[in-house]
């Protein structure tokens, strides 16, 4: 039994007055649309046309079924498009990504996922400033670290590590630590993104602990630490993967490796959840999870 074919049938006649008029749209013979409606009222046990050699006329139970029968067609049509989207999500999506993080690990991602959806209008917002999601500044966005309760939906992507380096030129000038207390004799440059505390983790003999730091240079940005850092200026504590061509290169060094106690921050896509996510955030989602999945099994 096709019920949608039949509530189709029953509305076009309804519309065009005629069963050859909705015949013709239909491209069926009247009496094949008259057939339908015979089904129907059949079903039914009613009556829902009165019929005159010159014109249909609904009851009042038909005109009450021509308004259920228009409503379940439009959420069959709602749920078929929502169902399509899915299939082939359209629309802007707005990043929000920091500026190294971003450049580094989530800008050279994007020309595949564009490539794959091609439907989608992608604006990129490269900021180290945390954008209100929740109040429409971006659609997801790409954040490190501890997350803050709230509404928002979290997907977790990766994790990313901690090292410390400096330049071989700043090693040859000023020495290397051996132990994590030697730095109290360089010049560290501190993180003072969202007054971050002036202390460096180490873990020795087991034990977990944090050790004051100071120079006479800080930063908010990330990658300018490790700039800094590999200008000889002092010894930096930085993401790890981040520098790695630094480090790879012989422009940076890394220290006290021992002590390292492993920390690192969590990486997350934050969006809006829920039923009516849209398909371009949810498929992005995904995308971006599968990416850094498959990278971390390389590493």
Not at 134 to 155: F, H, K, N, S
Request: charged share 25%; glycine share 8%; net charge neutral.
């Amino acid at each position: 039994m096709d019920l949608a074919g039949d509530l189709e049938v029953f509305t076009l006649v309804a519309e065009e007055g005629s069963f050859s008029a909705a015949g013709r749209r239909l491209r069926l013979a009247p009496s094949s649309v008259a057939r339908v409606v015979d089904r129907i009222e059949a079903r039914l046990g009613i009556r829902l046309l009165l019929r005159t050699t010159r014109s249909l006329t609904l009851t009042p139970e038909g005109m009450t079924y021509l308004s259920s029968a228009r409503r379940i067609l439009a959420d069959l049509r709602e749920t078929e498009q929502s169902i399509a989207d899915q299939n082939s999500p359209k629309g802007r999506l707005r990043l929000s990504i920091s500026q190294l993080f971003g450049r580094l690990f989530v800008v050279p991602l994007l020309r595949d996922f564009m490539q794959k959806y091609p439907s989608i209008l992608l604006e990129v917002i490269s900021t180290d400033a945390v954008v209100d999601i929740a109040a429409g500044q971006a659609d997801v966005a790409i954040r490190l670290g501890p997350l803050p309760d709230g509404p928002l939906t979290a997907r977790k992507l990766g994790e990313t590590h901690k090292v410390i380096v400096a330049s071989p030129t700043y090693l040859a000038r000023r020495g290397r630590p051996a132990v994590p207390e030697d730095l109290h004799a360089h010049d560290c440059i501190a993180f003072n993104f969202k007054r971050a505390a002036p202390t460096w983790p180490f873990r020795k003999d087991g034990r977990d602990y944090a050790l004051p730091i100071r120079g006479r240079i800080e930063t908010n940005n990330g990658e300018t630490e490790g700039q800094l850092a590999a200008e000889g200026i002092g010894i930096a504590r930085v993401c790890a993967e981040t520098v790695e061509p630094a480090i790879a290169a012989g422009q940076l060094v890394p220290l006290l490796e021992a002590f390292n106690p492993g920390d690192g921050e969590e990486v997350h896509a934050v969006f809006v959840g829920g039923a009516h996510t849209p398909a371009r955030v949810r498929c992005f989602v995904d995308y971006l999870s599968d990416q850094f999945r498959a990278r971390a099994r390389e590493m």
